[in-house]
């Protein structure tokens, strides 16, 4: 509850931080505009009289507070149609789309005050009874104006967005030495290893051939296990490979208590999956589903393609504890740690009691297309 309560404070917090930085962007941004205006009109000394003084004041108290609220209601636009996160083409349409429309609210806004309040100069007064052209010609420097605020947020953004893509490659390259680590540790502890070779002891004198091939199985799995911290994603046959591999020294131990099939897609073999994931997945079927049966029972592997997604999941003979997976605390938190660095909210993850006796762990990929 703790640890809960200070995650919240921490996005509580993040997210006045930002609303902070953004509220002072605009109140500099915009004052940094009026100060300037001012400084050229005293400078090119256009201010004579009092009364003109005063009609600028209030004219720029109107060009600015209209371009205030409406480069904030333009923020509310961008982040309503989720504008940062489509493609670069289609931000750059809705960009210039946004933009113009504003422009031309903000100048008939802006005009319709000066008319009210009869703060009109000599030019504007001129084009009364062109309203349209009025506000056209005021629609260009309000354009200019709101291109650039647009420039400097999506810049912002741009830049905030790539230093969290560099921080999350740290971070996921950390998780990816850290499930290495792990992974060894799983796999090279004495108690594997000693079930491995006792079972491959016995087979010597009895199946000479299988010896070998268990063997090899086995340094297949330790080879792989010192190989995640190189790669990012492996083909779905790879992993497969391994998958197989560490059943069949499994099924030494198991003999006819474990029963393994696969049903497996062949237009998914090409598909890439973060390594070592599918088999910490039987791993986890294994310890946490077979073993406990007295009787043993039934490993199910599945690869298929569904929607846009490319679906795989290990169904095992057993029971979640209270409805939940009962874990070493590793296997599936790293699982869920490696999908949302790799792949963000693209891709999914379920563990559930999908009959009285089998458990399914589903993993739903974002499809990759091949050539």
Not at 141 to 165: A, D, G, P, V
């Amino acid at each position: 509850m703790a640890g809960e309560t200070f995650n919240f404070e921490l996005i509580f917090m993040a997210a006045m931080s930002r609303n902070t930085r953004y509220w002072l962007s605009q109140l500099c941004g915009w004052g940094l505009f009026a100060l300037i205006n001012v400084f050229f009109a005293y400078s090119f000394d256009k201010l004579g009289s009092s009364q003109e003084r005063s009609d600028f004041y209030w004219r720029l108290v109107i060009f600015v507070t209209t371009g205030f609220i409406l480069s904030h209601l333009m923020r509310y636009i961008i982040i309503g149609f989720n504008l940062l996160q489509k493609r670069l083409e289609q931000q750059l349409i809705i960009f210039v789309l946004i933009t113009l429309v504003l422009a031309f609210s903000a100048s008939t806004l802006e005009n319709l005050l000066l008319m009210q309040f009869e703060l009109q100069n000599k030019t504007e007064r001129a084009f009364k009874n062109n309203f349209f052209l009025l506000v056209l010609s005021g629609a260009f420097s309000m354009f200019t104006l709101f291109f650039i605020w647009n420039l400097i947020y999506f810049m912002y953004h741009f830049i905030t967005k790539s230093q969290k893509q560099q921080l999350d490659t740290l971070k996921l390259e950390a998780l990816v030495k850290e499930l290495e680590l792990k992974t060894i540790k799983a796999h090279i502890n004495p108690h594997f290893i000693f079930n491995s070779l006792n079972g491959i002891r016995a087979l010597i004198d009895e199946d000479p051939n299988r010896a070998r091939n268990a063997i090899t199985e086995l340094s297949n799995i330790l080879r792989s296990s010192m190989q995640t911290d190189k790669l990012e994603s492996v083909s779905l046959e790879k992993e497969l490979n391994i998958v197989k591999d560490y059943l069949a020294l499994e099924n030494m131990r198991f003999e006819d208590r474990l029963r393994v099939e696969y049903e497996i897609d062949e237009d998914t073999l090409d598909q890439p999956v973060p390594p070592m994931m599918l088999q910490t997945l039987v791993e986890n079927a294994i310890k946490h589903g077979i073993s406990k049966q007295i009787t043993g029972g039934k490993i199910r592997i599945v690869s298929d393609f569904k929607d846009s997604y490319h679906e795989l999941a290990v169904q095992n003979t057993g029971k979640l504890v209270n409805g939940t997976a009962k874990g070493d605390g590793f296997g599936l938190p790293s699982t869920l740690n490696r999908l949302s660095l790799l792949y963000g909210e693209k891709a999914r993850f379920s563990i559930k009691q999908l009959t009285t006796e089998i458990v399914e762990a589903r993993v739903l990929l974002p499809v990759q297309m091949t050539i």
